[in-house]
C-alpha cells in the first residue's frame, strides 16, 4: 500500500473540497478500496474519510426512498421498507458477499465496487482498466467471472455488484453533490459507461463529486425477484444474475424492469427486453424472446459461453416466478 | 534408556487391559482453552523488540531476473535490505525431504517464484517497497500444458493383457477423468520468525515434520544442523502444505544473519498459492473390464500428473487401485509431465483423494451397466488377498463399512433408475463410493518425565489440528494411569526427541506408539520398585496396584522422577501384509434443473482405522475430509494461464473451497477394529481417509440425480448444465 | 496519528501509520495477536472481530477509521472463565488448528446480535421476520469464516447449543 494522507471529512461540503485534488479518493467501509489498495491496484495518494458524515440515514422521499451513502449494506437489507416494498433490494444484498462485509460495506460505495477480473487484481499482467492503453491480459486468457455485454477489444471486466442489479431493476437515481456544491440526480441506466476504449472511466462521476444517496422511486411493480447462480452456496460471485420487478395487469405484464448480474461490463439493463415483456401475457415463447434480445450482441469468450444457456434459463425461471 | 521397537509383526493389545479409561473417548482438547481465548500463539504471533519485517517478492515471468530499481528500493525510507541469496528456495522442500530443495534467484522457473526479500521497519513499509522492486524476465514459459509435454515414466504395475480383457468383457468402463489443480489452503498462511544467538539460530514457523525440516532449512542455509532450533507448538492447518520448509523460513533466517536483528516473513495469501506446492491436476484414463455379474476381469488407471522439473515428486494417483480389487488383467501406472508451473506436492491424501475419487466414480459407471446396485459390485470385486502381490490384508474392513453405511444412510430404499425423485426445479439423487488409504508407519521417539505431580510427555511432534495434544495426553495417561490433568504434552520444539511428524496419517499411530513405549519404559521401572511382574501391574489415577498392595505413584518416586524413552520404527509388518484403511461414503444430492447447481443435503462416512485414540477429534479429522470430497467434487480448482501457467485465482473469492453453507450434516460413524499389524496401539491413519472417495460419492449422486455424469471436476454449475442442456 | 480504542472495555490510545489496518494495529501495536491474519482480503473472516457491536473483517478497516469506536476481540469474549459459545466450541469441538476459531467466535457473536434483532439473510424464506437458528439460517450466516478443518459440524453445534443456553437464561 503506498503512503497516503487521511483526512477525515467533518461536513460534506469539506469531503467535496478534499476530494478534488488530484489522487484524491472518498473511503467509507473500505471494503473493496482497501483490498485494490493493499494490492497496489488502486493507489490514491489521500483518502478522504466520509465514514462519520450524516449519510446513513434511509428517509421516505416522493413516494419513494432516499438511501444515504454511507447506509451499509447491512442495514439497508434489514430495513423494514426496504423488506417489505422494495424487496429484490433487500434479497440482492443478502445474495451478496458474507455479514461482516455487509456491515462495513456502503450504498455508495457498492455502486462503485470495481471488477474482480483476476488480471485488474494481477500489477504484473496488463489491464487496460488499471492502466490504459497499458493491454488486456484477460482477452485470450481465462475467462470466467467476465462479462459478455456490453464488452469491447480493449476490456471485459465484469461488474460485480449484487445490489446494484437490484436497483437498476427498481429504475434507481444517484443522488451526487458535486465539486462545487450543486446536486446532480443521474439516472442508474445513465450513471455507468460501457469500457469502450477508455475502461478505466466506469461512471460519470466527475473528481470531487460525491454521492450522496440513491434514490428508489415508488415500485413500478409488486412482484419483485432476484435470483442469483454462483459456484458455491455462498459467498461468492453471481456466474448470473437476475432481478425482476413485475407488475401483472389482467393476466399480462404491465410493467417489466430486468437488470442482470454476472453478465455485463456495467450492471446490466436492456429497454427492449422491457419493452417486449410488457403489455404481453407470460408465456415460454415470450421468455425465450426476451433472452434473445438480450443476448442478441452476446459475446462470450471460451470461458464464458456457458453463460449463454445459464442466462437464458435464469431469465425464464426468474420471469415464470415474478409473473405467476 | 529407551525402549524401542521395530513393528515387524503381530503387537499384542495391552491398553484393553489398562485400567485408567480415558484412551479412546471423546476428551475434549486439553489445548481447547487456548484455542478460544487467542492465548494459542501460531508462527507470527510471537514479536519480539526490534523484530524486522520482510516480504517476498514474486517472479512476474519466467527465465533470467533482472531487477531494475534495486538502489532506488534499498535505500527509500525504513528499508533496512533487498536480499537476493543463492540460498533462498524456490520453492517448498517437499515431505521427508530431509534436504534443501531448489535454490537461487537468478532466474525463474514459474511465475510467482520468490526471487527477493525486502525488509524493513514496518509491514506497510515492506509490502510497499515489495510492490515497488520492478522486475525484468526475459525467459518464455516453456511448457505449461500437460498435454503439450512429453511424459516421463510407465505403468509400474502392466499385469496379463488388458486390451483382451475389456474386448472379451460383458460389461466394460473406458472413460477419462480429470481432477483440477488444488491447494492445501491451510487457514494459516506460511510464516516465519528467525532470529540468530551467534551461530545458533532459533526459527518459529508453521511447519509439520520439524525433524526434517530442520534438516531443509539447515541444507539451505549450509549450516550444521545441531546450530538450528525448530518452534512450532500450534500450527494453524497443514494438510501437505507445511511438510517442507518454505521460502519464508529460509528468506528469513538469511536476513536475520545480515542485518543482525530478529526477522518476520509471513506470506501473503496470493504467495501461499504458489509458493507452497499444490495438488497436480490430474488426467486419469480408467478401464474396468467385467463379467456379465459385475466381477472385475481388468483393472486400467493410467494418469497424468505434473511437476516442476527438478521436483521428486508425483501425485501417486492409483496407489490404493494397486489393492481395492480384483481382476487379473493389469495396467496401472502415472506418468509426468515436466511443466514450468508453480510446483506440486502432498496434499492431503496424495494419490488416493483423487485416484478413489475418479477410480470410484468409473466404479458407478460399471455398476450402471452391469445393472447392479452399486454396493453389491463393490461387494462382488473384494479382493481375499492384495491382488497385485498376494500377500494378505492386515485386516479388510469394506465390506462392513459397507454395510453398516449403507444401513446407516438408509440405501435400501433408494430407487434404482437415475432421474427418479423430483422437488420443484431440483432433482434429488443418492450416491455412494468406497474409501482406500495405505496405512504408513514411520521413526518415531518420545520422552517421558514421570514425576509426583505426573507426566510430562516431550517430542517434536506437531499438532496441525489433527488432535496430538488430546491423543498424547490419553496414550500416555492410560498406560501410566494418570487422569488427563496430570499429563502435560510438550510438542513444536526440536530440542525435544524427534517424532514422526504430521503427514500421511501416520503421526497419530507412529509418534502414539513412541509414547506408548516411553510409557512402558516407566510402567516396567514402577513394577520393578512394587517388586512385581509388569505384567500383573495396574496404574489408575495415579496409583500403582499389584495382587494387594496399592500404593501412591509419587511415594514410589520418593521425590524424584521415573524417565522414559520410546522409540518405534515400521518393520516387516508393513511389507509382509498389505496395511490400508477402509471406508464407504453414501451422499444425498440435490441438482437444480435450472441452472446446474448441486446442493449436497447429507453425507454419510463409515470408517475403518484400528482402534480410535480420541473419538472426539476422530470423528472431526472424518468431518474435514468429507469436506474436502464435496470441495473437489464440486467447487475447488485452481486455473492456470494457458499462455504461461501462472495461477490466475489465487485469492480465496476465486479459489472455492467450501463455506459452512455447502456442508450438510455430517454423519459419521467410527468402526470399532483392532489391526494388531499396526503397532502396539493398534491404531492405524485417520486424518485423510475421510477424502477418499468422498468426492466420487457426490458426484454419482449428481448423476443418480439428474443422468448427469461430470467426470471433470468440480463440477460447477456450468459443467452439470452442459450435460442438461 | 494518535487514536484511542476501546479495546475490550479498556481505553488505549495508539500512534499508527494511517496504513496500518485495524487487525494489524490489535496485533502489531496492541499485541492481541488473537485476531488473525488469514488473508488480509476480507476472503476468509479470521480477523473478525467486533466494532461497537457489529461484527467486521478487521483487515479490511483502516485503524485511524475507528478512532473512538468499541471493539471486542477474541481475547474479550471470556469473562474470568469462559463464555458459553467458547466453552460449547471446545465441548463440540468447533475448531481443529484453531487458526480461525478466534474469527469464527467473534462472527458468532455478532451473528447472534443479528438474528436477535431480527436480521433477514439470505436463507430465510420470507423477510418478515421472527428468524429462528435453523441449519440453513445458521450456516448461511456463518459462511463468511472459512475453516479449512472443516469443522462446521461442530462449529454450529457449538452456536447452536450456546445460543440455546442464552436464550434459556
Known sequence: MKPFDYVRAEDPAAARKAAATAGATFISGGTNLLDLMKLEVMAPDTLVDISRLPLDGIEDHEGGLRIGATVTNSDLAADMRVRRVYPILSRALLAGASGQLRNKATTGGNLLQRTRCPYFYDTDTPCNKRTPGEGCAALGGETRNHAILGTSDHCIALHPSDMAVAMRALGAQVEVEAA????????????????????????????????????????????????????????????????????????????????????????????????????????????????????????????????????????????????? | ????????????????????????????????????????????????????????????????????NLDEVRNSDGVRAVIRDPRMIRNAAQGTANQ?????????????????????????????????????????????????????????????????????????????????????????????????????????????????????????????????????????????????????????????????????????RRQVFETVTRRSET???????????????????????????????????AQATHFAYGGA???????????????????????????????????????????????????????????????PFSSHMLERSLREGAERFGWAARDVAPRARREGEWWIGTGMAAAFRVNLMMEAEARIALSPEGAVVETDMTDIGTGTYAILTQIAGEALGLPADRVEVRLGDTTFPPGSGSGGSFGAATTGNAVWLAAQEIRQAIAQRMNCDEADLTLKDGTAICGNESRPIAELLDGGSLNGHGHVTAGDAFSDVRQSTFGAHFAEVAVNDVTGEVRVRRMQGTFACGRILNEKTARSQCHGGMTWGIGMALTEGLTHDRRDGHIVNRDFAEYHMAVNADVPPLDVHLLEERDPWSGPLQAKGLGELGICGAGAAVLNAVHHACGVRVRDMPATPDRVLAGLE | MKITLTINKHAQ???????????????????????????????????????????????????????????????????GELSPLQAAFVEHDGFQCGFCTPGQLCSATGMLGELEDGWPSHASDSLEGGYELTEEELSERMSGNLCRCSCYPGINAAIRQAAEKDGAA
Request: glycine share 10%; proline share 6%.
Open chain 1, 180 to 324: 462545487d456544491g450543486t446536486t446532480k440526480l443521474h439516472e442508474m441506466d445513465d450513471f455507468y459507461r460501457l469500457p469502450g476504449d477508455t475502461p478505466h472511466i466506469e461512471t460519470v462521476l466527475q473528481p470531487g463529486d460525491l454521492i450522496t444517496a440513491v434514490r428508489l422511486p415508488a415500485p413500478q411493480g409488486d412482484r419483485q425477484v432476484y435470483r442469483k447462480v454462483r459456484d458455491r452456496a455462498s459467498y461468492a460471485f453471481a456466474l448470473v444474475s437476475v432481478g425482476a420487478v413485475i407488475r401483472m395487469e389482467q393476466g399480462r405484464i404491465a410493467h417489466a424492469g430486468v437488470a442482470f448480474g454476472g453478465l455485463g461490463t456495467k450492471p446490466w439493463r436492456d429497454p427492449e427486453v422491457d419493452a417486449l415483456l410488457t403489455g404481453n401475457a407470460p408465456s415460454r415463447e415470450l421468455f425465450d424472446e426476451a433472452a434473445d434480445t438480450l443476448l442478441r450482441g452476446a459475446k462470450a469468450q471460451d470461458g464464458t459461453e456457458f453463460k449463454l444457456p445459464l442466462a437464458r434459463r435464469v431469465l425464464r425461471a426468474t420471469l415464470e416466478e415474478a409473473t405467476q
Open chain 2, 1 to 68: 534408556m529407551s525402549l524401542d521397537l521395530k513393528v515387524d509383526g503381530q503387537s499384542e493389545d495391552r491398553a484393553e487391559g489398562y485400567a485408567q479409561g480415558i484412551l479412546g473417548t471423546p476428551m475434549d482438547r486439553p489445548d481447547g482453552e487456548a484455542k478460544v481465548t487467542g492465548a494459542a500463539t501460531y508462527a507470527a504471533d510471537e514479536v519480539p523488540e526490534g523484530c524486522l519485517v520482510g516480504m517476498l517478492v514474486r517472479a512476474p515471468g519466467h527465465g533470467r531476473i533482472e531487477v531494475l
Open chain 2, 100 to 268: 534443501a530443495p531448489v535454490q537461487g534467484v537468478d532466474k525463474a522457473d514459474y511465475i510467482g517464484q520468490p526471487v527477493a526479500l525486502v525488509v524493513a521497519e514496518s509491514f506497510e513499509t515492506a509490502r510497499h517497497a515489495a510492490h515497488s522492486l520492478k522486475l525484468r524476465t526475459d525467459g518464455s514459459p516453456g511448457i505449461v500444458n500437460p498435454e503439450d509435454a512429453e511424459p516421463e515414466g510407465e505403468p509400474d504395475t502392466t499385469t496379463g493383457d488388458l486390451d483382451g480383457a475389456m474386448s472379451s468383457a460383458a460389461h466394460s468402463v473406458d472413460v477419462i477423468y480429470t481432477t483440477a489443480s488444488s491447494v492445501s489452503a491451510a487457514m494459516e498462511p506460511h510464516a516465519t520468525l528467525a532470529w540468530w544467538d551467534g551461530d545458533r539460530l532459533t526459527v518459529r514457523s508453521a511447519l509439520q515434520m520439524l525433524k526434517y525440516n530442520r534438516n531443509e532449512l539447515a541444507d539451505s542455509l549450509e549450516i550444521d544442523p545441531e546450530n538450528v532450533r525448530l518452534l512450532a507448538p500450534f500450527v494453524g492447518g497443514g494438510f501437505g502444505s507445511k511438510l517442507g520448509i518454505s521460502a519464508d523460513a529460509v528468506a528469513a533466517a538469511i536476513a536475520a544473519k545480515e542485518l543482525g536483528r530478529p526477522v518476520q516473513v509471513v506470506q501473503h
Open chain 2, 283 to 317: 488426467r486419469q484414463r480408467i478401464r474396468l473390464a467385467a463379467d456379465a455379474e459385475g466381477r472385475l476381469s481388468g483393472i486400467g488407471h493410467e494418469s497424468l500428473v505434473s511437476n516442476l522439473p527438478g521436483e521428486g515428486f508425483a501425485e501417486p494417483v
Open chain 2, 329 to 391: 488383467h493389469r495396467v496401472i501406472g502415472e506418468r509426468l509431465a515436466r511443466l514450468n508451473r508453480p510446483a506440486a506436492g502432498s496434499v492431503r491424501a496424495p494419490g488416493e483423494a483423487v485416484g478413489v475419487t475418479a477410480f470410484e466414480c468409473a466404479m458407478d459407471e460399471l455398476a450402471s451397466d452391469v445393472g447392479i446396485d452399486p454396493v453389491e459390485l463393490r461387494l462382488r470385486n473384494i479382493p481375499d488377498k492384495d491382488p497385485e502381490s498376494g500377500i
Open chain 3, 13 to 79: 490510545t495508539v500512534d499508527v501509520d494511517p496504513r496500518v489496518s485495524l487487525l494489524d494495529a490489535l496485533r502489531g501495536e496492541l499485541g492481541l495477536t488473537g485476531s488473525k491474519k488469514g488473508c488480509d482480503h476480507g476472503q476468509c473472516g479470521a480477523c473478525t472481530v467486533l466494532v461497537n457491536g457489529r461484527r467486521i473483517n478487521s483487515c479490511l478497516s483502516l485503524a485511524v477509521m475507528h478512532d473512538g469506536d468499541e471493539v471486542t476481540t477474541v481475547e474479550g469474549l471470556a469473562n
